[in-house]
T-cell receptor, first 111, second 112 residues
Framework: TQLLEQSPQFLSIQEGENLTVYCNSS?????LQWYRQEPGEGPVLLVT?????EVKKLKRLTFQFGDARKDSSLHITAAQPGDTGLYLC???????????FGTGTRLKVLA | DAGITQSPRYKITETGRQVTLMCHQT?????MFWYRQDLGHGLRLIYY???????DKGEVPDGYVVSRSKTENFPLTLESATRSQTSVYFC???????????FGEGSWLTVV
């Protein structure tokens, strides 16, 4: 069974601070995605990375896919209260269309 | 533009009862998924489907049954509900060639 472990599980920081969330697995993924989930809603896609070593930026968010395509990171610069939410990574292995989700990182940004 | 809708949104049922959670999508997406979300476990895949009449087990299929007679519907049935099936259930769909998974708003199920 492939597992996606995220760390940290919980993170509470002050507005303006930087943070990094990690997503690790022993499996190789053909693509890896990051989602953000607000309370009472379903997850919403932030980004998809497919190439080892790929870096994508979405405003203050930077996503990186590991060279071996087994891990990924999400870095937020100058966090804002609006970044508060549950961040989930999800991976799909080659030849399948199912996506396995990580355990999640719950982020709270204090004003 | 309804997108993907789940019903009921909230349900309380008793142990041993059969419960069906409905999922309907208006995009004609090929792929559909059922996940459950529990604290500390993230989202766990229950069942998924590539097309009508094609379904497959995910990570935690025991105690659940799915069907997909029409592309737009993907109901999830708990044959005999147990307390461990108390959870938030999310239905999702994906276009064949696309990467984005679109989620419903979730169904909160409590088994007492």
């Amino acid at each position: 069974t492939q597992l996606l472990e995220q760390s940290p599980q919980f993170l509470s920081i002050q507005e303006g601070e930087n943070l990094t969330v990690y997503c690790n697995s022993s499996s190789v993924f053909s693509s890896l995605q990051w989602y953000r989930q607000e309370p009472g809603e379903g997850p919403v896609l932030l980004v998809t990375v497919v190439t080892g070593g790929e870096v994508k930026k979405l405003k203050r968010l930077t996503f990186q896919f590991g060279d071996a395509r087994k891990d990924s990171s999400l870095h937020i610069t100058a966090a804002q209260p609006g970044d508060t939410g549950l961040y989930l990574c999800a991976g799909s292995t080659s030849g399948t269309y199912k996506y396995i989700f990580g355990t999640g990182t719950r982020l709270k940004v204090l004003a | 533009d309804a997108g993907i809708t789940q019903s009921p949104r909230y349900k309380i049922t008793e142990t041993g009862r059969q419960v069906t959670l409905m999922c309907h999508q208006t995009w004609s997406h090929s792929y559909m998924f059922w996940y459950r979300q529990d604290l500390g476990h993230g989202l766990r895949l229950i069942y998924y489907s590539a097309a009508a009449d094609i379904t497959d087990k995910g990570e935690v299929p025991d105690g659940y049954v799915v069907s997909r007679s029409k592309t737009e519907n993907f109901p999830l049935t708990l044959e005999s509900a147990t307390r461990s099936q108390t959870s938030v259930y999310f239905c999702a769909s994906k276009q064949g060639a696309g990467n984005t998974i679109y989620f419903g708003e979730g169904s909160w199920l409590t088994v007492v």
